[in-house]
């Protein structure tokens, strides 16, 4: 799917979207700021793309209304068609069934299910995994090509009860049927944990782990070490409401790829 090693996938936080409380009635404003960070975020050398309802809050906890969907769909269609690299799609706060709907009409290759299996405490409440309709849903609309990335311990949450890691780890891939796993820090932004990050590398040896929050130019060498790849939102930005600046993507992404070939 990625042409390089330790790919970047940028972040594309879409505006609230129609429906949501923070909708300001523009979808032709809405259209162009989204289409620009794309294309700060391409010129800026990343492996690929993924578009997420970041401003719709406060977030639905289960499956967001149909105008979300229809409305992701449209810009995630517009942006495949317009950059030719791998696109994600992540429909917070957890409807992985709307991603993976959104993913095949748009020809997407990829999505991110925050709780992909197991359960956690939330701001929206306690959240339950549902890997048994997504992928039921996956197969059903005969889209199996369509990679699912779940995270572990998903930022912005807390476990109900403490479990082993190894059994999220292992439940996560082989009982849940995630593709990838992602590690993230506490919430947006915020750096991994980095003991976590390796013992999640360590028990997914054959599968992608990827960085969900917190990677910058000061870290991404140093992450690179363990994590096969990045989601990178926050860095790009000078504020996580200003739009994608492309010099910080390309100082990024150039300190990665001569970091890594050494």
Same mark, same amino acid.
């Given at each position: 799917?990625?042409?390089?090693?330790?790919?970047?996938?940028?972040?594309?936080?879409?505006?609230?979207?129609?429906?949501?409380?923070?909708?300001?009635?523009?979808?032709?404003?809405?259209?162009?700021?989204?289409?620009?960070?794309?294309?700060?975020?391409?010129?800026?050398?990343?492996? %690929?793309?993924?578009?997420?309802?970041?401003?719709?809050?406060?977030?639905?906890?289960?499956?967001?209304?149909?105008?979300?969907? %229809?409305?992701? *769909?449209?810009?995630?269609?517009?942006?495949?068609?317009? #950059?030719?690299?791998?696109?994600?799609?992540?429909?917070?706060?957890?409807?992985? &069934?709307? *991603?993976?709907?959104?993913?095949?009409?748009?020809?997407?290759?990829?999505?991110?299910?925050?709780?992909?299996?197991?359960? =956690?405490?939330?701001?929206?409440?306690?959240?339950?995994?549902?890997?048994?309709?997504?992928?039921? #849903?996956?197969?059903?609309?005969?889209?199996?090509?369509?990679?699912?990335?779940?995270?572990?311990?998903?930022?912005?949450?807390?476990?109900?009860?403490?479990?082993?890691?190894?059994?999220?780890?292992?439940?996560?891939?082989e009982r849940a049927g995630a593709d990838g796993l992602i &590690?993230?820090?506490?919430?947006?932004?915020?750096?991994?944990?980095?003991?976590?990050?390796?013992?999640?590398?360590?028990?997914?040896?054959?599968?992608?782990?990827?960085?969900?929050?917190? *990677?910058?130019?000061?870290?991404?060498?140093?992450?690179?070490?363990?994590?096969?790849?990045?989601?990178?939102?926050?860095? #790009?930005?000078? *504020?996580?409401?200003?739009?994608?600046?492309?010099? =910080?993507?390309?100082?990024?992404?150039?300190?990665?790829?001569?970091?890594?070939? &050494?």
């Amino acid at each position: 799917m990625f042409k390089n090693i330790k790919p970047v996938i940028g972040m594309l936080h879409a505006p609230s979207l129609p429906g949501s409380c923070g909708f300001y009635g523009d979808l032709k404003a809405l259209r162009s700021f989204v289409l620009k960070d794309a294309e700060n975020l391409v010129s800026g050398g990343v492996d %690929a793309l993924m578009i997420e309802n970041y401003w719709d809050l406060p977030f639905v906890p289960g499956a967001v209304a149909e105008s979300t969907v %229809a409305n992701l *769909a449209v810009l995630a269609r517009e942006v495949k068609d317009r #950059f030719k690299l791998p696109l994600g799609i992540n429909v917070l706060r957890n409807d992985g &069934v709307s *991603a993976i709907a959104i993913a095949h009409c748009s020809q997407a290759q990829f999505i991110r299910v925050n709780i992909l299996s197991g359960a =956690r405490l939330t701001d929206q409440g306690i959240i339950n995994g549902k890997a048994h309709e997504v992928l039921r #849903f996956r197969k059903k609309i005969s889209a199996e090509n369509i990679r699912v990335f779940a995270d572990i311990s998903v930022k912005c949450s807390v476990a109900l009860a403490q479990r082993p890691l190894k059994n999220e780890v292992e439940e996560t891939l082989e009982r849940a049927g995630a593709d990838g796993l992602i &590690v993230s820090g506490e919430s947006t932004g915020k750096p991994v944990d980095l003991d976590q990050l390796r013992e999640v590398k360590r028990l997914s040896p054959k599968n992608p782990v990827w960085i969900g929050s917190g *990677a910058t130019l000061e870290n991404i060498l140093e992450l690179a070490q363990y994590a096969d790849g990045f989601i990178v939102g926050t860095a #790009f930005k000078e *504020a996580i409401d200003e739009p994608v600046d492309a010099r =910080r993507v390309k100082s990024l992404v150039e300190k990665l790829r001569k970091g890594a070939l &050494v």
